[in-house]
């Protein structure tokens, strides 16, 4: 009986093993089926991992100066790619120890690691640590999003293993280190590094390592531009976890736990420095490698000196608000009588127009004036108008109710769907352009192409076409000289003697010389130049020198009725001050890419010699004239050796001056973007030399004094300044001239006509009979009544620097039919 009941107890023991073998297979069948569909579910969809091992995340592109200087940065990301080769090991060992340290050790997945992280969570009843390795922050930063979900975290699992399979830890552990995010806007090692110590990762000492290495667990937290406590002593743990897994040795560890920490001083940003480099680099990079500009990562290396370009926007603003004083174009407005009616049509967003607007109101509260233009009523923000506020007014008190103001419309907001705008910025002064130019090789010094600075802006040293006015009179009197039709002593016949400050009652004016015409700016002399020698061939000239806009061959050529950019004409006197050297203007150098190879930069035109040496240098003889002597006489502050010419359009609707030293080649150009008047007495000797002066003076503080040296083939002889002939031996009013050899004159001039001084054939010798030998009694030796030796009240006794010298002498271009018409004001 009792063997009975063993068997039968051994075979239920038997048969419910069965059932349970059965049972757990079962389940294990059904479980591995369900693990199977589960992950066939998760793999769907999944993000494909192939393109890791060549993965380009977005990069910063950086504009740098010709010293290294960084003009901007460009990004969507702000992310430098360092390779795994250029990053020390001790920043790797610190990653390591505060993120993984067994990375090298397993295969993508830490499961003991995952265990303890869930142990923790569980018993504090929230997330409080994470198991993710380095390899699946990788999936979850590059691959998948950040959400806490399970399907998430499964897509994360199987990811990380796929990586490992595809990738080596290396690769995994730099796009690792260049993803993680370290706060104010960094992403990467090297961008951190930059930020934090102003160095780049290579340089990072072990102490500096373990401090970034701490940043990315809670980038706000443990920032050390935020809490140099908390970051230290997350610092001195990561330390300690290196020495503990034997990734340094500890006496390395202590001496880096004792290192003081010293971060980079805030960097002093330089945006709106070059904003029209900036514009012009992004431009290139598109032409040159297409889609990849936008993924950034480029390092583009122009020739702006940094220091001349703060320079000359200060030059360019100081003179534009210097013209705001004199034209009460600052804050207050006060309101005015007479002048063009305001708007009174419906403004447009198409437009890029200026509108005559009605100051109606303002809001202190809001900040913004109140502008009726036309049938809109719009808004000015008063914040975004500085150059007019300098006071900084409230509103209300910015301009009195009813005046005039200039206005354009802000396109870039406040347009609704009709495309009328209904928010405006303040057009109450002109703006202006300045070009500087290295005369040794052609490279851009300085570009300014607005008094504001901002990227996106217009760039009008580069794209604005004005007329040039008196600044192209050098390219008709220099191919004269060129071509030996004209000296610098060539008699200009005029209609009507030039005046001058020579006594009323002389006998004689002086004729008007080539170099005196010049000087003087003298229109009529300009015109018979262009008669003489022949308006194709001055045109066929100027393109020689550096001018490739369109001009015809027409009597108003002469006056500079056709329009140019500064960039051109800067060009172009940067040949004369070269010697007849023309240079294609440069202003990138060099161009690296996101894998540090070079960019292939456009090859520019070879230098080459478009004029002569010595006709360059006559010319230049010829333009210090205008310093010397002529409307520029105000650049004789500088107190080195310049040349140059003022300019100005019909109606004083365009400002320059053309210049140049030995050195630095310059133009600044002063206007209203719609071709408006810029008012009384606005000239270039005004309204751009000043700048010019300004700019100049700042450009040669650091450069050694030197005049413009006189090459083979220019001779120096005496003539007499009434016939432009050789003077007289012992002339005593006889003055030098330069002359190309071979152009000078061979003629002596005349001796002046002496029969005033002696008795005509035949007179007599004694007064006639009856005549007075003394005046009658009573005769005055007086001036009658009321006449004066003095000058009258007012009078002034000498011109001020840059006025014109005599009637007929201006930049201006007159009006004729044959001059084209400046654009319209569209208001």
């Known amino acids: 009986m009792k063997h009975a009941n063993a068997r039968r107890a051994r075979g239920n023991w ?15 069948g059904v479980g591995s089926f369900a693990l199977a569909a589960l992950l066939e579910h998760y793999e769907k969809g999944l993000p494909s991992t192939a393109e890791l091992g060549n993965y380009q995340p977005e990069q910063v592109t950086r504009v740098l100066a010709r010293d290294g200087t960084v003009l901007a940065e460009l990004f969507v990301e702000r992310r430098t790619v360092v390779r795994i080769e250029q990053i020390p090991d001790a920043l790797r060992f610190a990653v390591l120890a505060a993120e993984d340290a067994d990375f090298y050790r397993h295969r993508g997945l830490d499961y003991f690691g995952m265990l303890r992280a869930l142990f923790v969570n569980l018993r504090h009843a929230e997330a409080r640590q994470g198991g993710s390795t380095i390899t699946q922050q990788v999936v979850k930063n590059v691959l998948l999003s950040s959400e806490r979900t399970f399907e998430r975290k499964a897509r994360e699992l199987l990811l990380a293993r796929r990586i490992e399979q ?33 160095k780049g990762v290579a340089s990072l000492s072990l102490a500096e390592a373990a401090l970034l290495a701490g940043v990315p667990k809670g980038p706000k937290y443990y920032s050390p531009r935020t809490n140099v406590e908390r970051a230290t002593g997350r610092r001195d743990a990561i330390l300690e976890q290196v020495a503990l897994k034997g990734f340094m040795d500890r006496a390395a560890c202590e001496s880096a736990k004792a290192e003081p920490i010293r971060l980079a001083p805030a960097a002093v940003g330089l945006a709106g420095l070059a904003p029209e480099v900036v514009d012009e680099v992004e431009r290139m990079l598109e032409r040159l490698v297409g889609p990849a500009a936008q993924k950034g990562g480029f390092t583009v290396t122009t020739t702006v000196d940094p220091e001349l370009q703060a320079a000359a926007r200060a030059a360019v603003r100081h003179n534009l608000d210097r013209f705001g004083e004199r034209h009460r174009a600052v804050a207050p407005i006060k309101k005015q009588r007479g002048g063009a ?62 005046s005039v103001v200039r206005v354009s419309a802000v396109h870039e907001r406040g347009v609704d769907e009709s495309g009328v705008p209904h928010e405006y910025r303040l057009e109450l002064g002109p703006q202006s352009a300045l070009v500087a130019i290295d005369v040794a090789n052609g490279e851009i010094l300085a570009l300014i192409g607005s008094y504001e600075g901002v990227q996106g802006g217009l760039d009008r040293a580069t794209s604005a076409h004005r007329q040039p006015g008196s600044t192209f009179k050098p390219f008709v009197f220099g191919y ?20 001058t400050k020579r006594p009323p009652d002389a006998e004689q004016k002086p004729p008007l010389l080539v170099r005196d015409a010049l000087a003087r700016s003298v229109n009529e002399a300009a015109n018979f130049a262009l008669a003489e020698v022949g308006a194709d061939n001055v045109i066929a000239w100027a393109r020689t020198v550096g001018l490739e806009s369109a001009m ?29 050297m023309r240079r294609a203007p ?10 540090g190879e070079d960019v292939p930069l456009p090859a520019p035109p070879a230098q080459h010699r478009a004029i002569g040496e010595a006709e360059a240098f006559l010319l230049t003889s010829l333009l210090t004239s205008v310093i010397e002597k002529g409307t520029g006489r105000s650049a004789r502050s500088l107190g080195f050796a310049v040349a140059g010419k003022t300019g100005t359009s019909n109606d004083a609707r365009d400002a320059w001056f053309a210049g140049y030293s030995a050195h630095v080649a310059c133009v600044v150009w002063t206007g209203f973007d719609d071709g408006a008047p810029l ?45 432009g002939l050789l003077a007289r031996e012992a002339q005593e009013d006889a003055r030098p001239e330069l002359f190309l050899s071979g152009t000078e004159p061979r003629e002596v001039a005349p001796a002046p006509d002496a029969s005033a001084e002696a008795l005509p054939e035949g007179a007599p010798e004694a007064l006639p009979e009856g005549a007075p030998e003394a005046l009658p009694e009573g005769a005055s030796e007086a001036l009658p009544d009321g006449a004066s030796e003095a000058l009258p009240d007012g009078a002034p006794e000498a011109l001020p620097d840059g006025a014109p010298e005599a009637p007929g002498e201006t930049d201006a271009p007159a009006p004729g039919p044959s001059e084209p018409t400046p654009n319209a004001d569209p208001t």
């Not at 009616?341 to 200026?354: I, L, Q, R, Y």
């Open 14 to 28: 038997r048969t419910w093993a069965r059932r349970l073998a059965i049972t757990v297979l079962a389940a294990i």
């Open 166 to 198: 595809q990738l080596d830890k290396d690769q995994i552990l730099e796009l690792y280190l260049n993803h993680i995010y370290f706060g104010h806007g960094r992403y990467g090692v090297e961008e951190a590094s930059r930020y934090f110590f102003g």
């Open 341 to 402: 009616p305001p708007f009174a049509g419906t403004p447009s967003a198409k437009s890029h127009g200026v509108y005559r607007g009605v100051f109606e109101g303002a809001s202190d509260v809001n900040g913004t004036l109140s502008v009726q233009v036309g049938t809109v009523l719009g808004k000015v923000r008063l914040a975004d108008q500085l150059r007019y506020n300098p006071a900084r007014l409230k509103p209300s008190a910015f301009a009195e109710e009813g």
């Open 480 to 499: 004269g000289v060129a071509s030996r039709k004209l000296t610098a002593a060539t008699i200009i016949p005029l209609a009507e003697p030039l005046a």
């Open 552 to 580: 015809k061959p027409t009597a108003s050529l002469a006056l500079g009725a056709y329009e140019v950019t500064p960039r051109e004409l800067a060009e172009a006197y940067a040949t004369f001050a070269s010697g007849g």
């Open 586 to 595: 440069v202003l990138v150098t060099r161009i690296v890419g996101p894998g």
């Open 679 to 723: 008012g009384a007495n606005e000239q270039g000797a005004v309204t751009a030399l000043p700048a010019w002066i300004d700019f100049m003076r700042a450009a040669h503080r650091r450069r050694p004094a030197r005049g413009f040296v006189r090459p083979k083939g220019i001779v120096e002889i005496a003539i007499d300044p009434m016939t």
